[in-house]
């Protein structure tokens, strides 16, 4: 009973405004070539100084320099902040969702009747 009921909810999220928006900006924001080449090397950056941490070192200047300038100039990208939007809205919805959830754990915890379906 829980798998389905699962899956149901899954497909009723995968169905919602927000995760289609979610996934429109990111297909959107994959197909910018230019992005895509930000974000990596962002990503690469971030993965370095987490091993230079990692090791007891901490990232050169120059390194933290190159991030902050690689995070200004994707934050100015109009697919990069409709992604950003989106996966905030759709945060939002699973967050309240969450709290259903809690609801419906402490209504079921107290409830003395036993439920098959």
Request: aromatic share 4%; net charge negative.
């Amino acid at each position: 009973m829980l798998h389905d009921r699962s899956v149901e909810l899954g497909r009723l999220i995968g169905q919602s405004d927000e995760y289609k928006a979610v996934r429109r900006a990111n297909d959107a924001l994959g197909a910018d070539k230019d992005a895509v080449v930000l974000l990596q090397r962002m990503e690469e950056l971030r993965r370095k100084a987490s091993d230079m941490m990692d090791g007891g070192e901490q990232p050169t200047p120059e390194m933290e320099a190159e991030l902050e300038q690689l995070l200004g100039q994707i934050q100015v990208n109009p697919l990069y902040q409709r992604m950003i939007v989106a996966q905030e809205n759709f945060d939002k919805i699973m967050m309240q969702v969450n709290q259903w959830i809690l609801e419906g754990i402490k209504k079921g915890a107290t409830s003395g009747i036993i439920t098959l379906g």
